[in-house]
């Protein structure tokens, strides 16, 4: 999370890869032995709130941010699993994406005490004082329900936080609360698949015969 800046494969920068490209190319090389009516859970996150998917510099090419890379990267994971739950339809395969809420773990490990305590994480001490974390538990939840929940039976492609359905953050100043409209895009997320398809040379669930590139 908030990684300095860093390039990885063909170019592409590190968050968006790491955080989407791999798990793109995971899924589908996976696709054929997934059973029909399962269920596959992405892991985004509030932060997806910082930056919609920068469709004309995704790679930062005009300078970086860490914190908009970041949301760029969960963003995807987002809409990643909107597009991917319209491909299972045929197999009754549905897609979920989830916030797990704040946790302290090694993700934030390239953050400093500083920036952590102005971000209201810390106290000046160094301890945790924001009553809203979560253990990593509880951050789990909400991944086991959107796997498991009778209640999100024919609900697939939805953003999923606090072990409910979020609800839209259409407001002007971003919440962090809910999901954005553009993170919940039918047409930004089938966009960024193609886009996606383009940048790793696999699209195997879309078109089963393009197998891996040698």
């Not at 090389?29 to 985004?44: A, P, Q």
Request: neutral net charge; hydrophobic residues 35%; proline residues 6%.
């Amino acid at each position: 999370m908030a990684t300095p800046e860093r390039y990885v494969g063909k170019g592409w920068e590190s968050q968006f890869a790491v955080n989407h490209l791999g798990h793109f190319v995971l899924v589908n090389k996976l696709w054929g032995v997934i059973k029909n009516s399962g269920r596959i859970v992405s892991v985004s996150s509030a932060g997806h709130h910082h930056s919609d998917i920068r469709w004309q510099d995704i790679s930062f090419n005009t300078g970086y941010d860490k914190w908009i890379a970041y949301g760029q990267s969960k963003t995807a994971n987002a809409l990643f699993a909107v597009h991917l739950n319209r491909l299972g339809e045929k197999r009754g395969i549905q897609a979920y994406s989830v916030h797990p809420g704040k946790i302290f773990t090694p993700l934030q490990r390239y953050l400093s005490q500083a920036e952590m305590t102005q971000a209201g994480w810390l106290d000046e001490q160094g301890r945790p004082a924001d009553p809203t974390f979560k253990s990593p538990a509880q951050g789990a939840a909400t991944h086991v329900w959107a796997a498991t929940s009778e209640l999100l039976n024919d609900r697939g492609g939805v953003y999923c936080e606090d072990c409910e359905v979020a609800p839209v953050d259409d407001g002007d100043v971003p919440s962090f609360v809910g999901v954005r409209p553009y993170a919940a895009d039918p047409e930004h997320a089938e966009r960024l698949w193609r886009l996606s398809a383009e940048l790793t040379g696999i699209d195997i669930i879309r078109r089963p015969a393009v197998g891996f590139p040698k």
